[in-house]
């Protein structure tokens, strides 16, 4: 079983950067994939990143390829999101999430978090 907790949302400019954290408790965070998934009000949840155990392989939904980085610290138990050049349409609730898997990261995963506001203003 993994906790997770998200934090670093806010309010923030259109062209600003935030900082997402995750911290996981539990066993062997090591060995989980991680990821971020998002839901605008009124959609579904979409992926946004994942990494795997290692940190060796990124995945990057396209909207957000090229301005937004995931990155883990394995000693910290923790995986981040930094968000860069950052739009309108990147509000949403930010979830992180974790699976034992290595494969289909972007269609889900086992364990999430309650999720964490960011709001972009125009």
């Known amino acids: 079983q993994v906790q997770l907790v998200e934090s670093g949302g806010g309010l923030v400019q259109a062209g600003g950067s935030l900082r997402l954290s995750c911290a996981a408790s539990?066993?062997?965070?090591?060995?989980?994939?991680m990821g971020w998934f998002r839901q605008a009000p009124g959609k579904e949840r979409d992926f946004v990143a994942a990494?795997?155990?290692?940190?060796?392989?990124?995945y990057y939904a396209d909207s957000v390829k090229g301005r937004f980085t995931i990155s883990r610290d394995n000693a910290k138990n923790t995986v981040y999101l930094q968000m860069n050049s950052l739009k309108y349409e990147d509000t949403a609730i930010y979830y992180c999430?974790?699976?034992?898997?290595?494969?289909?990261?972007?269609?889900?995963?086992?364990?999430w978090g309650k999720g964490t506001l960011v709001t972009v203003s125009s």
């Open positions: 990494i795997t155990w290692s940190g060796g392989s990124t």
């Open positions: 999430a974790a699976t034992p898997r290595l494969y289909s990261l972007r269609d889900g995963m086992d364990y």
């Open positions: 539990g066993r062997t965070f090591s060995s989980y994939s």
